[in-house]
């Protein structure tokens, strides 16, 4: 049996399949600041046989957490001579060019906490100044005196030669062997000084915190299961081991998130959809991601905390493309300073939750906005409802400023939550040069497909998929996941100078270093599959676009095929091409796949009609044309395949509701998943 958990900011859920592809969900309260009790809590609530479990994947967000609410390890930085500064200098190109009170992100370690020792290398590696292992002996000394729990190690071009940065791990280790070490060149081997050295340092930030989580979970899952494998969802939308996620635990920055969005492309694949939206509503935040030809969009320039106010810290990890804002169910809808409607970012969280909840929330949120307008019924909630208050709560907070009913303000607040949602997916698509209308919209979490119909409409996207196991989608998708790694390392090489034998050795060095980490890992090399990429620039530009590599060897002709494929990526992102300037490459990019043993999606067999799976008719609250209209609601594990479902329509599921609006249709595939027809043009 395969187990998958995943743990947001309101909800964790859990979806298992056993041995004969019957796939069971379960979904729970997120348990803060413990969150691995919520992971068994939820394992106990499912009735599975723990025993039984083969394989056990897990997401978390134990690793934002840490870095957002700033609850990490005491770090310590050793760099090169005159360097102790680059996280403090960072970068020039500020996101508010013309605020004069601006202020850089203050570092995540402390000035005196970043120490310089006597090195360097010269930007081909070749040793400038000889390391002086007296300076790092005394700069040890001086973290232990400083109550230093992490200490991360970065210098200048170890990127090309790490030779210097092992012998300082080796001799920290030698010296305290209790302290957490990390070393930038075993984090990114990308260049750019300052996001190679903060991202190390954010590693060591999280390191303690991510060993102790795992340590626990592992401790509990081996309590009643020790045979099991043990995996962790990473940013990249591949898992990895237990044991490598505590080495390199900022690659776990989006684990929960990203298992979605590659969940999506699995089932793209099963229904026939190479070029989608994977949009995922949770508690707490709406996400989206663009899949292209059935490719997961991977990129290392990501950042937390990032606005357009907020430089915010680079990680050079490789991260899913994904955009994502502060609206889900639980996001409160408020008053500004001049009185203007706004929904998000705050959240109600698991803890007091919505006000329908009954647990002590006292402001509206987007659920209570739902339940107001009868597109949530009381009935399908896991507490006693008290509709009374929640209409007392939205008119007192929303409606009686602007003069209007509970069910109005309702609405607006469903339109402004909708906004936002809106401006996320067009972050991802038209933002980027695609036209939404060539995509479909799967849409999961526990909001996604009451929202995604009427977005979709809005954004001119015609089909709409609302995948099997919506709710807990993520969690689905980390089934579906074989392990990954990416391997991504500088290698600035003119196209027209460049000498083939010596890029086929940069290749079989990267595909040698792959082999033995699956080994590690128990996949076989037959099982290991590999994607190549460079990320490709022309001579004189700063940044770069990723350009898949296609097989072959090298020879002039194939340089051009890859060198048309850079011109053609370079006029999507930005407009223009220009044919006569010379190319060069910049970063060699290796994705390597340990395939492992998934479930086989099995199609429905039930006999059922339209009829059976109607649960009632019921008044939903509308804006087009405004006011109450009756409604057929339908339960979505009863429903026939491929009969034709016309708008309005309300489908309800364990966790989710499916809005369906006047001029779209629906049908149910062989495989369960909805498939609504928009009537957009």
């Given amino acids: 049996m395969r187990v998958a958990t ?244 900022i690659n776990m920055v989006e684990s929960g998130p990203v298992a979605g969005i590659y969940g999506a492309a699995v089932l793209g694949e099963l229904i026939g959809e190479e070029d989608m939206i994977a949009f995922d509503i949770g508690g707490t935040t709406a996400k989206c991601s663009l899949i292209e030809k059935g490719e997961v969009k991977v990129s290392t320039d990501y950042y937390i905390e990032r606005n357009d106010r907020n430089a915010g810290y680079p990680i050079k990890a ?133 929202h995604a119909p009427a977005l979709a409409k809005e954004l001119g996207v015609k089909k709409v998929v609302i995948p099997v196991a919506s709710p807990v989608f993520s969690a689905w998708g980390m089934l579906m996941s074989d392990l990954r790694h990416d391997y991504i390392k500088t290698f600035i090489k003119r196209l027209k100078k460049l000498d083939r034998s010596e890029i086929l050795k940069q290749w079989d060095q990267i595909d040698d270093e792959a082999y033995d980490q699956f080994s590690n890992e128990g996949i076989k090399k037959e099982n290991v599959i590999f994607n190549r990429f460079a990320d490709m620039r022309y001579l004189g530009q700063e940044h770069t676009v990723k350009v898949p590599i296609p097989d072959g060897d090298w020879s002039e002709e194939h340089q051009q095929e890859i060198v048309e494929q850079f011109h053609q990526l370079h006029e999507q992102n930005y407009t223009f091409r220009l044919d006569d300037t010379e190319t060069e490459i910049v970063n060699l990019h290796v994705t390597a796949f340990g395939k492992v043993q998934k479930p086989k999606l099995k199609k429905r067999e039930i006999s059922t009609t339209l009829e059976d799976a109607k649960i009632e008719t019921r008044n939903i609250y509308i804006e087009d044309p405004k006011g109450w209209i009756q409604t057929d609601v339908y339960n979505r594990q009863m429903l026939p395949s491929n009969e034709i479902i016309q708008g309005p329509a309300i489908i309800e599921e364990k966790a989710a509701v499916t809005v369906l609006y006047q001029d779209q249709t629906l049908k149910v595939d062989d495989y369960g998943n909805l498939i609504i027809e928009t009537g957009a043009r």
């Fill in 6 to 249: 995943d743990i947001g900011g309101t909800f964790t859920d859990l979806v298992y399949v056993d041995d004969n592809g019957k796939i069971e969900v379960a979904k729970g309260p997120t348990t803060p600041p413990n969150f691995e009790q919520g992971v068994i809590d939820i394992l106990d609530r499912s009735n599975i046989d723990k025993e039984a479990m083969s394989s056990f994947i897990h997401g978390t967000t134990v690793i934002i957490n840490a870095l957002t609410e700033r609850k990490g390890a005491k770090t310590g930085l050793i760099t090169t001579k005159g360097f102790r500064d680059v996280l403090e200098i960072a970068r020039g190109n500020r996101p508010d060019l013309f605020n004069i009170r601006y202020k850089k992100p203050e570092p995540f370690v402390e000035r005196h906490l970043r120490k310089e020792v006597s090195e360097r290398l010269n930007y081909k590696g070749e040793v400038l100044t000889p390391l002086d292992k007296t300076q790092v002996k005394d700069v040890v000394d001086y973290f232990k005196q400083q109550g230093v729990d992490a200490i991360a190690v970065s210098y200048l071009h170890s990127y090309v030669n790490r030779d210097h940065e092992r012998e300082t791990v080796a001799l920290i280790k030698e010296l305290w062997p209790e302290v957490s070490v990390s070393a930038s060149h075993d984090v990114t081997k990308e260049w750019r000084e300052y996001e190679r050295t903060n991202t190390v340092a954010l590693n060591s930030y999280v390191q303690p915190t991510a060993t102790s989580y795992v340590n626990r979970l592992d401790n509990k899952l081996a309590d009643f299961n020790a045979a099991s494998q043990n995996f962790i969802m990473q940013s990249n939308g591949g898992t990895t081991t237990f044991e490598q996620a505590k080495n390199v635990p």
């Fill in 318 to 450: 490789p991260v899913v493309d994904i955009v994502e804002i502060g609206n889900g169910g639980g996001s409160i809808a408020w008053l500004d300073e001049a009185g203007a409607l706004k929904v998000g970012p705050e959240s109600s969280g698991a803890v007091p939750g919505p006000v329908s909840y009954g647990q002590g929330g006292t402001e509206p949120t987007t659920t209570d906005a739902n339940l107001i307008t009868g597109r949530l019924s009381a009935d399908n909630f896991d507490y006693d409802v008290d509709i009374d208050l929640v209409k007392e709560v939205i008119k007192e907070k929303i409606a009686d400023y602007f003069d209007m009913t509970a069910e109005e303000a309702a609405l607006g607040i469903l339109r402004i939550a909708n906004s936002n949602m809106l401006n996320a997916l067009k972050l991802i698509s038209i933002r980027k040069g695609h036209n939404p209308q060539d995509f479909t919209l799967v849409a999961f979490g526990g909001g996604g497909s009451m």
